[in-house]
């Protein structure tokens, strides 16, 4: 038994994530490949920020930094997953491809969606503390999609911006608690079908390797094959995110604890609400990576 490594997704971006994560090579290469001085400076500008282009670059580049500095640290993880674009982070950690090309990947994938997106400007809410039937109805009556799946009565809604007022303003209403994602587009839609479709041209002249840990998709299927993992990365652009059975499967991996690589704290608190008797906890609540690294540790795994 040992762990499972998770690696967020797009929208929970601040200047102040990953406190311990040092400038090394890695960060460098990002801040190169964005243009930027400094990332953490850059992070300031809520607009440059929230653009596709930046984060899912920056997100992709830091997660993998971090796991760079830890991963000497601890033994192989059981079980590697990544939460929407986080899944070019989590496909890297698991030998898939190295970390330069899950950089140019991201930039190509944020780039698709862009392309598909522009003249129709999208987004992202999360909804939960509903009923699944109350968030059914709140489906039909807006006509947004459902992009993420968490929970039965947790889900991330994706569509038109006016759709997405609707919604936040109905669910509201109904005791159910919304939070707009810093996401410019309505990803996990068919909306992106276009983008899908273009991200799958650029995968197909990528190199890939079968993975070298289990690794599971946001389709929540394990990787197994190569063909097997660009079809994954390139359908997630338009299908839900089924984060939920994704965490199951991690789950029935039998591991003790879970690391969450990334900004913010959400895919380990929907772990530990999930799953109580196996704790969850994020990079960004410790400040360093030897301290994270004792944390895991602690739970009987070297």
Known sequence: MSYALVFSGQGMQHPDMLPWLADGAPVRAVNERLGVRDWRAALQD???????AHAQVLLTGLALAAWDALAPLLPPPAAVA???VGELAAFSAAG??????????????AEAMDRCAAGHPGGLIGVSRMAPAAIDALVRDTGLAVAIRNGPDSVV???ALAALDRAEALATAQGGHCTRLRVGVASHTP???PAADAFRQVLEGTAFARPRTALFSNAADRIASVPQARDALAAQIARTVRWDECMDNLHARGVRCVVEVGPGQA?????NARYPGVPARACDEFRSAQALAAWVDSHGLS
């Open 46 to 52: 809520a607009d440059w920020a929230a653009r596709n």
């Open 82 to 84: 990544g939460y929407s």
């Open 96 to 109: 898939v491809f190295d970390a330069g090309t899950a950089l140019s990947l991201a930039q190509a994938r």
């Open 157 to 159: 809604l994706g569509g």
């Open 191 to 193: 909306a992106l079908q």
């Open 267 to 271: 895919l380990a608190k929907m772990w």
